[in-house]
């Protein structure tokens, strides 16, 4: 489904990110994996023609610089992000603003830094597809998420934006929005910081259970290939129907 496709993943290092490494590369693409945790490199070791770079993308220019290293890009999955606080619930009165902003600085800033680079790149190769990992609390809220909450609505502005600018261009731009999923910011932080929401979590969703990273991986892989080629602009939720309560 994405054979010959270069493909840069951000967050690559755990959970949804790793997940993707593992199936797009299934799929056929040749991967640049990006994350902050130089565990990353041992993640592109074990996949066939997989490169790796530990960097940042809060630094404006860094992606720039793995993209350089593309000779030329035809996708990118922005899934990088970080709940902040530790994963604890805490109401807005109370939620440090240190915090707020480490949120703000990965989830947006680092989405915008992505896309200045990632456009031009795609643009230059012909077209291609971006899919931006938000969340169904990029459509809803939630008490104690306020500041995940509103950077993720803004993954879904930046996303809407971005398609409309690219469309006239063959880019093609997309989100995904899952709901909780088993990976080391749910699992190892949220649940550990808040007993009672490890509880309710599965039964929140309809569905009765909580996604696994790879279910997730598999939308954005349909929405980067040609298989959704007249998808542009919109937001997938694969959150076993909690948005639809």
Not at 47 to 57: M, T
Not at 110 to 127: I, R, T, V
């Amino acid at each position: 489904m994405l054979e010959g496709r270069n493909i840069i993943v951000t967050g690559a290092a755990s959970g949804i990110g790793l997940a993707a490494a593992r199936i797009f590369a299934g799929y056929g693409a040749t991967l640049m994996l990006v994350d902050r945790d130089e565990a990353v490199r041992a993640v592109a070791d074990g996949l066939p023609g997989a490169h790796s770079c530990a960097c940042d993308i809060t630094d404006p220019g860094a992606l720039a610089e793995v993209i350089a290293r593309f000779p030329a890009l035809d996708g990118a999955f922005n899934n990088a992000g970080i709940e902040g606080a530790g994963g604890a619930l805490l109401p807005v009165t109370d939620y440090p603003d240190e915090e707020f902003d480490k949120v703000v600085a990965v989830n947006v800033r680092g989405l915008w830094n992505c896309l200045k680079a990632e456009l031009p790149a795609l643009q230059a190769n012909g077209g291609g597809a971006i899919v931006n990992t938000s969340s169904v609390m990029g459509w809803l809220g939630a008490a104690g998420m306020a500041a995940y909450s509103a950077s993720k609505h803004a993954v879904v502005g930046l996303t809407r934006s971005a398609a409309l600018e690219g469309a006239m261009l063959a880019i093609r731009v997309n989100a995904v929005l899952p709901g909780a999923v088993a990976t080391p910011m749910l699992t190892e932080r949220g649940f550990v910081a808040n007993p009672d929401f490890a509880a309710a979590a599965a039964s929140a969703h309809p569905m009765g259970r909580i996604a696994r990273p790879e279910e997730i991986a598999e939308a954005a892989a349909w929405l980067l290939s040609d298989k959704a080629s007249f998808v542009t602009g919109h937001t997938l939720a694969v959150d076993g129907g909690l948005s639809a309560r």
